[in-house]
């Protein structure tokens, strides 16, 4: 999905994560904080970072990391006891190997943690196995055993989401818990948890030590400038602050052109067969929701059509001349018709296990799989403003920025050249705005906000996404900046501009 090199020398805000994990843990006294499994050259700043409230006791807990083993997928490869230790007095308990170097360690320990696979750490309570036991009897990807007696926290960095096909499982979004995925087909080696009080997890660099903070308060990482738009596109934007970022950039994406829905020229279906345009045949689509791959056939199909990721419903359902949003291409996507109408109008937001299952299809190195509550399927319940509809991992980021893209570049007002009315579209966590309107409206709601900020961290933006942002500008004449600039969503919406 990424495109950074490992070797990059700058950090990535982002996760490709699963589950509730962030949430659980933030309920959590003490939980995991940051962790390094590997480096250039030899491995000797490994660590494992906690945090916690300062004096509170570790005795009973103790980290344990699943990889695979002669046991198979499952097993126990390290485990580290903390009886008799506790937080120190800054709330942040640093374990490494003595050949650590980035600053001072609270505990020794050999950690050797293994490369170029799917790992699971696990901070658990009242540990009663032993290292090397194979916890995965059947090796598909449930612990048959569990001998603890709670999770205190827990997080794994995956080369192959499950079910992966030449590695082990990994098993924290089977526990409630979240799952980081590969940068450019590499295993994540550094992780970090935001700043801010939802702490959320991120990928940082493998190549450099520049945003690693063990012993210390996390920084909010931030993406390099290879994604960041055309030479000058963004030189006015002023990102110091959140409101003048916001004033600055709703004017560079502000009054594009406009293209008609359906016409005998050119239209949104021409524009969306080019920029959802299958990457291994020209003569095909990929849809967003299955991942299926479809011959292109214009209007009027039974394979495919066009989703308001943005539903019209919520805010312009009326398609008159000149409705920008209702036609705006960044917010458009080709979808399969049957799981377009399987989402109607639903949030956005995180579903469960109980939830009813949309698998994708097998396409472009993604999707595929299905049973297990996982990245790899879409999941549902419910319909409209109450209903629930969960992107599958490979795309929500991208649904994701197209709603962050839609509350900036929609602030009411009309259109500079054409003096065309336009709504003012607000994200939102409180549903009880979310709501249809038979008529298009002046201010219209949609989210789940907390949800979109997620998967954009979580799934971030991928060459494919990059190229569709170009195909879309060369027709509207403006890009979604969130693509280019995926910083800036925090700062916009969460406040966090540095």
Not at 4 to 21: A, E, I, Q, T, W
Not at 66 to 90: M, Q
Request: glycine share 10%; proline share 4%; net charge negative.
């Amino acid at each position: 999905m990424l495109k950074l090199m490992r070797v990059s020398m700058h950090p990535l805000v982002l996760s490709l994560g699963l589950s509730l994990g962030w949430t659980a843990a933030a309920s959590a006294a003490v939980t995991l904080n940051e962790i390094r499994t590997d480096q250039s050259g030899s491995d000797t700043n490994e660590y494992v970072e906690l945090r916690g409230n300062p004096g509170e006791s570790l005795n009973g807990l103790s980290l344990i990391t699943l990889g695979d083993g002669s046991g198979g997928s499952g097993t126990i490869e390290n485990v580290v006891s903390l009886n008799g230790r506790s937080i120190p007095g800054d709330g942040y308990f640093v374990i490494a190997e003595s050949s650590f170097s980035l600053a001072s360690r609270d505990m020794t320990a050999t950690l050797n943690f293994e490369n170029s696979d799917n790992l699971t750490h696990l901070l658990v309570r009242n540990f009663s196995g032993s290292n090397g036991q194979d916890l995965d009897n059947n090796n598909d990807g449930r612990l048959d055993q569990q001998p603890w007696s709670s999770i205190v926290d827990a997080v794994a960095m995956a080369e192959q989401l499950n079910p992966p096909t030449n590695t082990e499982y990994e098993y924290s979004s089977r526990l409630g818990f979240s799952v980081l995925g590969a940068v450019n087909g590499f295993v994540p080696v550094h992780i970090a948890r935001s700043a801010d009080s939802r702490r959320l997890w991120q990928i940082g660099s493998f190549g450099s030590f520049a945003r690693d903070t063990p012993g210390g308060r996390n920084r909010t990482l931030i993406v390099d400038g290879s994604g960041s738009g055309p030479s000058g596109y963004y030189n006015s934007v002023n990102d110091n602050s959140a409101s003048a970022l916001r004033s600055s950039l709703h004017p560079v994406i502000d009054d594009h052109t406009w293209f008609p829905y359906s016409s005998s020229r050119t239209d949104t279906w021409n524009i969306l067969e080019l920029a959802d345009e299958d990457p291994n045949n020209s003569g095909r689509i990929l849809d967003v929701y299955r991942n299926a791959s479809y011959p292109k056939a214009g209007g009027g199909n039974n394979f495919y059509n066009r989703e308001h990721t943005w539903p019209s419903s919520y805010g312009f359902p009326n398609n008159g001349n000149l409705n920008y949003p209702y036609t705006d291409t960044h917010m458009l996507y080709l979808s399969d018709t049957n799981y377009n109408s399987q989402r109607g109008n639903s949030p956005y937001a995180q579903c469960d296990a109980a939830c009813s299952e949309s698998t994708t299809q097998v396409n472009d190195g993604m999707g595929g799989g299905s049973g297990l509550y996982s990245a790899q399927s879409n999941w549902r319940r419910g319909s409209s403003g109450t209903g629930t509809w969960q992107t599958w991992g490979g795309r929500k980021g991208d649904v994701a920025r197209a709603l962050l893209y839609m509350d900036i570049r929609y602030e009411g007002g009309r259109h500079n050249r054409t003096n065309t009315s336009e709504p003012n579209l607000i994200l939102t966590d409180d549903r009880s705005r979310i709501n249809r309107t038979t008529r298009n409206a002046s201010v219209a709601y949609m989210g789940l906000l907390s949800t979109i900020l997620r998967w954009h961290l979580e799934d971030p933006p991928d060459e494919r996404e990059r190229l569709r942002n170009d195909v879309v500008q060369s027709f509207q004449g403006n890009r979604n900046p969130f693509i280019d600039h995926p910083e800036w969503a925090l700062c916009l919406f969460a406040n966090e501009c540095n």
